[in-house]
C-alpha cells in the first residue's frame, strides 16, 4: 500500500504564504511525478504544480511567480510555498505521486486526503 500524508493548510489573510508538505510512504519501488492540485467549491479539480524525479516543475499559469514547488526525493517529499496568496485560491489541496510499487509493474496515480486552504480577511 502506499500513503500519501499533506500537512500545512489553513488560515491565511489575503497576501499572505503558506507552505504544504506531501510526504509518501509505504510499498514504494519508485516515484516519477508528483504534484499539487486544488478543487475549489464548485469547480473541477486542476493542476497547481508538478515535480519530475530529476526536479523538472511544471506551473498553473495562476501561480507562476508566486508558487515554488521542491522535491526531495530521499525523502519521498514535496512541498508547495505559496506566497501572495488570493481569496480565490481557496480550495482543498490534494497531494499527488505517480509510483511504482515493484519494478515489474506500471506507474499509478496516488492521492492524499486534502488540506484545505482557505484565504480570507
Known amino acids: 500500500q502506499v500513503q500519501l500524508v499533506e500537512s500545512g493548510g489553513g488560515l491565511v489573510q489575503p497576501g499572505g504564504s503558506l507552505r504544504l508538505s506531501c510526504t509518501v510512504s509505504?510499498?514504494?519501488?519508485?516515484?516519477?511525478?508528483m504534484g499539487w492540485y486544488r478543487q475549489a467549491p464548485g469547480k473541477q479539480r486542476e493542476l497547481v504544480a508538478s515535480i519530475t524525479s530529476g526536479g523538472s516543475t511544471n506551473y498553473a499559469d495562476s501561480v507562476k511567480g508566486r508558487f515554488t514547488i521542491s522535491r526531495d526525493n530521499a525523502k519521498n517529499l514535496i512541498n508547495l510555498e505559496m506566497n501572495s496568496l488570493k481569496p480565490e485560491e481557496t480550495a482543498v489541496y490534494y497531494c499527488n505521486a505517480g509510483v511504482r510499487t515493484t519494478w515489474n509493474r506500471p506507474f499509478r496515480d496516488y492521492w492524499g486526503q486534502g488540506t484545505q486552504v482557505t484565504v480570507s480577511s
Open positions: 509505504g510499498s514504494i519501488f519508485s516515484i516519477n511525478v
